[in-house]
């Protein structure tokens, strides 16, 4: 899958990722990655902007460390962030439940 698929679908991946610890930017994308099999190939311009954003919208805590003389930045889950991402699952099970009867109605 490219980014363009996952159009509108983006901030409640992230969340999810971040829900049980916290990651720096390049572990997120292979996070994801992993979680999906390797059908998601993420790239760092589509993640990069949406953490960002995220943390501005107060659904993320970022702070920066340095690993191995390395300085990144690591993202967490703030309390926001866990409502948010409540109600991102909520909206994903009703939109899989509604299409779903649709385009397989005999299930």
């Given at each position: 899958?490219?980014a363009?698929?996952?159009?509108?679908?983006?901030?409640?991946?992230?969340?999810s990722?971040?829900?049980?610890e916290?990651?720096h930017?390049?572990?997120?994308?292979e996070a994801?990655r992993?979680?999906?099999?390797g059908e998601l190939?993420?790239?760092?311009g589509?993640?990069?902007?949406a953490?960002?954003r995220?943390?501005?919208?107060?659904?993320?805590?970022g702070?920066?460390?340095t690993?191995?003389?390395?300085?990144?930045?690591t993202?967490?889950?703030?309390?926001?962030?866990r409502?948010a991402?409540a109600?991102?699952?909520?909206?994903?099970?009703?939109?899989?439940r509604?299409?779903?009867?649709?385009?397989?109605?005999?299930?």
């Amino acid at each position: 899958m490219n980014a363009d698929e996952l159009r509108g679908h983006m901030d409640a991946l992230l969340l999810s990722v971040l829900e049980g610890e916290r990651l720096h930017g390049y572990a997120i994308i292979e996070a994801l990655r992993e979680r999906s099999g390797g059908e998601l190939n993420v790239p760092t311009g589509t993640v990069y902007p949406a953490l960002r954003r995220l943390e501005g919208a107060g659904l993320l805590a970022g702070e920066w460390s340095t690993a191995g003389g390395r300085r990144r930045r690591t993202y967490r889950l703030t309390d926001a962030g866990r409502r948010a991402l409540a109600g991102e699952r909520s909206a994903w099970r009703s939109f899989t439940r509604t299409i779903g009867s649709v385009l397989d109605p005999l299930r």
